[in-house]
T-cell receptor, first 112, second 114 residues
Framework: SQQGEEDPQALSIQEGENATMNCSYKTSINNLQWYRQNSGRGLVHLILIRSNEREKHSGRLRVTLDTSKKSSSLLITASRAADTASYFC????????????FGTGTSLTVIP | GAGVSQTPSNKVTEKGKYVELRCDPISGHTALYWYRQSLGQGPEFLIYFQGTGAADDSGLPNDRFFAVRPEGSVSTLKIQRTERGDSAVYLCASNVLGGSGELFFGEGSRLTVL
């Protein structure tokens, strides 16, 4: 079963704009990760945020985590056409062993 | 190897046939995961190995699915009596110790059951 749900399902923006996508999950987590998947390819890890962290940055990426609302957001600033991909959140939790549960994904299109 | 390698990249088979999908993880990664991804969906957990043993196989949909990792490195996902509903991309991932941490994914094996 899938733990998370991303929102929106699809997002289309102009190059240079910021893209924000959200992830909601159901149970308490240990960590939350964001992955990117280009069409027809495997997933690539972007960033990990621990349950005791509230915000994390990596280059043009900013991730926030609100454990009280069981939600996370991924912000991509100054988007580029090359950012076009699907983005997934993945969670792991102490009580589910080492399973990583992935959300349903947000499909991002950046128009040049 | 440099990354997670999966073979074949594409497999077309007929309903009822037996299929094997292979995953060669990153050298030294003790944890190995199999996921299944249908079109427009996120990866769905199937099974997780820590070393040679299946630490968690709760995601395998039924007893037609089986996976092995006899030497703690390469893993094979085996599907018996394939059905059209098994058509999906099967993704393999590995990481250093299991538990929390970055997963390294292969490019996937696309299975089509006619």
């Amino acid at each position: 079963s899938q733990q998370g749900e991303e929102d929106p399902q699809a997002l289309s923006i102009q190059e240079g704009e910021n893209a924000t996508m959200n992830c909601s999950y159901k149970t308490s987590i240990n960590n939350l990760q964001w992955y990117r998947q280009n069409s027809g390819r495997g997933l690539v890890h972007l960033i990990l945020i621990r349950s005791n962290e509230r915000e994390k940055h990596s280059g043009r990426l900013r991730v926030t985590l609100d454990t009280s609302k069981k939600s996370s957001s991924l912000l991509i600033t100054a988007s580029r056409a090359a950012d076009t991909a699907s983005y997934f959140c993945a969670t792991d939790a102490w009580d589910t062993g080492n399973q990583f549960y992935f959300g349903t994904g947000t499909s991002l299109t950046v128009i040049p | 190897g440099a990354g997670v390698s999966q073979t074949p990249s594409n497999k077309v088979t007929e309903k009822g046939k037996y299929v094997e999908l292979r995953c060669d993880p990153i050298s030294g990664h003790t944890a190995l995961y199999w996921y299944r991804q249908s079109l427009g969906q996120g990866p769905e957990f199937l099974i997780y190995f820590q070393g040679t043993g299946a630490a968690d196989d709760s995601g395998l949909p039924n007893d037609r699915f089986f996976a092995v990792r006899p030497e703690g490195s390469v893993s094979t996902l085996k599907i018996q009596r394939t059905e059209r509903g098994d058509s999906a991309v099967y993704l393999c991932a590995s990481n250093v110790l299991g538990g929390s941490g970055e997963l390294f994914f292969g490019e996937g094996s696309r299975l089509t059951v006619l």
